[in-house]
C-alpha cells in the first residue's frame, strides 16, 4: 500500500513538472527540442506542413470582429487570407486578389484614378480610404469629381472607409435669349440656352464595379436651370442658376439686347444689353436661383438641389442631375451611420 501512494506523489509531481514547464516556457517547438529563442513557435518537418482553417468568402466573412492578423485558407480565392484590422479589410497573399491599399489625406480635385495613383501601384483590386474631412469634388462647372473610366477592365474599386466628401460639381445656368438691338447687329440673335448638367461624384465604365462603405457624403452636383426667351409679347427671359456643388456654379446671363456703339473712326463692336437678371451663382450646397425676366418677361429656371436635375426655363431646359456613380452597372453604395448619398447609382 506504501509502494502506491508513493508511485501516485512521483506520477503527479512529473505532471505539475511538465505544466509547469508548458505555462512558463517563453517558445514552443514542434518536431525540435531546441525552438529558436526569438520564436513563440517553431515547427520542423522534412515531410509536414501546417493546415490552416479552409473556409469560403462567405464563411471568412462571418467571422465578427476578427482579430488583427487572423489567418486562414481561402477555398474560393485558393490563397492565404489575413485580416487588417486596421482598414477593416480580408487582404490575400496571392498577386491575382491582393488589394493595394490607397489613402487619400488631402484636399483633391478632378481625380482621374489610373493617371494619378493605380499605374503606380498596379494590381486588380484597390481599396481606397477618405480621411475625415478631406474632400474629392470637380473643379469647375459640370466636372466630375473621380474619375476610374482609364482603370483596366476587371478591375475591383473598394471605397472601403469614406469618411470624406465625394462632390461632383454643379452646372452653369443657361443663358437668357439675346436679340437685335440699335445698329446692323441683326446676325446675334441668341436663343435662350439650357442649364448644364451637373458632374457626377463617380464616374465608371463596364467592366469596372464601385463599391463604397459610406460614412461620409458622396453626391452628384445638381443641374443648371434653363434660360427663357422673351415673353408672348414683350420681355426678355431671365438666365438660370447654378447648380448646387463645391465648386461655384454660375448663374446664366440675363436677356437682352446687342446694341452697336460708334466712335469717332466708325462703328465699333455689337455689345450686350443684359436687360433681365442673371441667374445666381450657386454656395457650396445651395442652388442658385434664375434671374427675373425684364419688361413681363419670364424668370430663368431654378439650379437644382445636389443629384437633382435644374428648373426648365420657358424654353430651354434645366440641366441633367449629376449621378452619384455614374457608368456600368451593379456599382453599389452603403451608407453607414450619419453617411449621406445624393444622386442616381448606375
Request: net charge positive; aromatic share 10%.
Amino acid at each position: 500500500m506504501k509502494k502506491k501512494i508513493l508511485l501516485y506523489y512521483f506520477v503527479a509531481a512529473i505532471a505539475v513538472f511538465i505544466f509547469s514547464k508548458n505555462s512558463f516556457s517563453q517558445n514552443v517547438g514542434i518536431g525540435t527540442t531546441a525552438p529558436n529563442a526569438k520564436a513563440a513557435l517553431e515547427i520542423k518537418s522534412t515531410d509536414k506542413g501546417v493546415l490552416f482553417p479552409r473556409l469560403t468568402t462567405a464563411q471568412r466573412n462571418a467571422i465578427t470582429n476578427p482579430p488583427d492578423g487572423l489567418h486562414i485558407y481561402n477555398k474560393d480565392e485558393r490563397c492565404l487570407n489575413y485580416y487588417d484590422s486596421l482598414y477593416q479589410i480580408w487582404n490575400c497573399y496571392c498577386a491575382d486578389c491582393q488589394a493595394v491599399i490607397i489613402n487619400i489625406t488631402d484636399d483633391i480635385c478632378n481625380v482621374d484614378f489610373y493617371n494619378q495613383f493605380a499605374k503606380y501601384n498596379p494590381a486588380k483590386k484597390y481599396i481606397i480610404n477618405l480621411n475625415t474631412d478631406v474632400y474629392i469634388y470637380g473643379c469647375n462647372p459640370g466636372d466630375t469629381a473621380l474619375s476610374f473610366r482609364n482603370m483596366p477592365n476587371g478591375t475591383s474599386i473598394i471605397i472601403n472607409n469614406n469618411y470624406g466628401f465625394i462632390i461632383g460639381a454643379g452646372g452653369k445656368g443657361g443663358k437668357g435669349q439675346m436679340e437685335p438691338g440699335s445698329g446692323s447687329c441683326s446676325i446675334f440673335f441668341l436663343p435662350a440656352e439650357p442649364g448644364q448638367a451637373g458632374g457626377a461624384a463617380i464616374v465608371t465604365k463596364a467592366g469596372v464595379m464601385v463599391t463604397v462603405n459610406n460614412y461620409g457624403q458622396i453626391a452628384g452636383g445638381g443641374g443648371g436651370g434653363g434660360g427663357s426667351n422673351k415673353g408672348a409679347t414683350s420681355g426678355y427671359g431671365g438666365g438660370g442658376g447654378g447648380g448646387a456643388g463645391l465648386a461655384f456654379a454660375p448663374g446664366g446671363t440675363g436677356g437682352g439686347l446687342f446694341s452697336q456703339t460708334c466712335g469717332t473712326f466708325g462703328c465699333g463692336p455689337c455689345l450686350p444689353n443684359y436687360l433681365s437678371q442673371a441667374g445666381a451663382s450657386s454656395t457650396n450646397i445651395t442652388p442658385g436661383n434664375g434671374g427675373l425676366g425684364y419688361n413681363g418677361g419670364p424668370s430663368g429656371g431654378n439650379g437644382g438641389n445636389r443629384g437633382q436635375s435644374g428648373q426648365n426655363g420657358n424654353v430651354a431646359a434645366g440641366g441633367a442631375a449629376g449621378k452619384a456613380i455614374g457608368g456600368g452597372s451593379g456599382n453599389i453604395i452603403i451608407n453607414i451611420g450619419g453617411g449621406q448619398s445624393f444622386g442616381i447609382v448606375d
